[in-house]
């Protein structure tokens, strides 16, 4: 029963566009009402109806060590005590960046924001106010948050100016973003002859297409390419920092960027971005340059304070064993299940991001995971739902697993994805 979710979805959506705060959480790709969610501990979340499931979801990527971690929350009441907000500096904020500076290859110096969309909003000015030169490149199918030039997808046509996916962008904004395709250099380098280019801004790891793992070289491959045509390359890490590794991507793939965007698991749970780079690069970010940004909340105690804490625990290389065994394992017993039942579905993986695509048979770019078949996704998502896990509501997301995940919370999640997938193919 998902009674009271129902009627206070009613109640959202007379004050609040569509009921939600952000679009996807209105399950409208896979039909069916939104949850509202009373509390969370561990792997589990619970609804205002009292029930609990097995969250996948993790916030989108930030509770790695699951939900409400005790050493965080104490932390963070601890810290509220002493006020919420100064707008004054504070050692919280260089604790913070010299912990991800230990931690994460190449960066020398990092700014602080407020989410990861503020971050990559940021660093972006900051390549063109650093270059002198105007245009971005961007992969189809990556997401970077909705700051306006990154809104941008293009349409069909492997080099195609941007052309926005959302009203409000103007077209002078989208003209300066070029997009390519993932795990395709050529559609990189032919951009790149044709254009000037401030930086390429890639996902180390596509997770907001579902999951699409970069092909062996394509990550070196644009290295490359940045160096000849004196381009700098910007990691999005917002979902792989610190969750492929501590060093993140840079550290997993060993390719060095020039600039870093971090979000997500860097704030413990509270509204967190940065980003940082080569000290060259950050230098000309004001008070120390001409590249102005700026922000009333960063740096922000609190959530200085969920991140160190959060960064704390992660020095524990057991954590990242963990997290990508239970995924490990995951994505074997899905695809076992596939296979025993000749379900018309994959998986990919990278550590502890996965992602079950129906109806396809490669997923190395946006084209080919377009093609999935959402319409089986939504079917998947309400039953496992109704089994009790709880799955992000679109097929083109991650399934993000924590350290408080179980060998039993797996073997349960596979038992009901068997049980859902044998019902749909009888169903048809
Ligand atoms: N970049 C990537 C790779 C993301 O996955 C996201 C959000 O999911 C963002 C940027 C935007 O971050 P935020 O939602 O904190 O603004």
């Not at 979710?5 to 679009?23: C, D, H, L, T, Y």
């Not at 992969?139 to 997808?153: A, I, K, N, P």
Request: aromatic share 8%.
């Amino acid at each position: 029963m998902t009674e009271n979710s129902k009627v206070m979805f009613e109640r959202a959506k007379q004050v609040i566009p569509g009921g939600v705060n952000s679009p996807v959480r209105a399950f409208k790709s896979v039909g069916g009402n939104p949850l509202f969610i009373e509390k969370a501990d561990g792997s589990k979340i619970y609804d205002i109806d009292g029930n609990s499931y097995i969250d996948y979801v993790c916030s989108w990527g930030p509770m790695i060590l699951g939900h409400n971690k005790k050493e965080i929350r104490e932390a963070v009441i601890s810290a509220a005590s002493n006020g919420l907000s100064f707008g004054a500096p504070t050692e919280l904020e260089v604790v913070l960046a010299e912990k991800m500076m230990e931690y994460v290859p190449n960066l020398e110096l990092v700014r602080m924001v407020n989410s990861g969309t503020e971050a990559v909003m940021s660093a972006l000015r900051l390549a063109r106010g650093f270059t002198g030169k105007n245009k971005i490149i961007k992969f189809e199918g990556c997401y970077h948050g909705h700051t306006d030039s990154m809104l941008v997808r293009a349409g069909s046509g492997i080099l195609t100016m941007g052309e926005s996916d959302s009203s409000g962008v103007t077209d002078t904004v989208a003209n300066d973003t070029l997009v390519a395709v993932y795990n395709d250099l050529d559609s990189v380098s032919q951009l790149l002859d044709k254009y000037e280019v401030a930086a390429i801004i890639v996902e180390p790891v596509a997770a907001n297409m579902g999951v699409v793992v970069p092909a062996d070289g394509f990550l070196k491959g644009l290295r490359d390419l940045c160096d000849k045509h004196n381009a700098l390359l910007i990691f999005d890490e917002v979902i792989t920092g610190f969750r492929l590794l501590r060093g993140g991507a840079q550290a997993f793939y060993n390719v060095r960027a020039d600039l870093v965007t971090f979000g997500k698991i860097i704030g413990g749970g509270m509204p967190v971005g940065a980003y940082g780079g080569r000290r060259e690069i950050m230098a000309c970010i004001a008070p120390l340059g001409s590249v102005y940004q700026a922000g009333t909340l960063s740096g922000n105690p609190i959530a200085m304070t969920a991140g160190i804490t959060q960064l704390n625990l992660l020095v524990d290389d057991g954590v990242y064993q963990h997290i990508n065994h239970l995924a490990m394992c995951l994505e074997k017993g899905l695809n076992d299940i596939i296979k025993r039942n000749q379900i018309d579905a994959i998986t990919t993986r990278v550590g502890s991001l996965l992602c079950m695509f129906f109806g396809i048979s490669s997923a190395n770019n946006y084209r080919e995971v377009k093609a999935a078949d959402t319409e089986r996704y939504g079917k998947y998502f309400r039953g496992m739902l109704e089994c009790g896990i709880y799955l992000a509501p679109s097929q083109f997301e991650a399934m993000f697993v924590s350290y408080s995940h179980t060998e039993n919370d797996i073997a349960k999640t596979l038992e009901c994805a068997e049980k859902v997938l044998i019902e749909m193919r009888k169903e048809g």
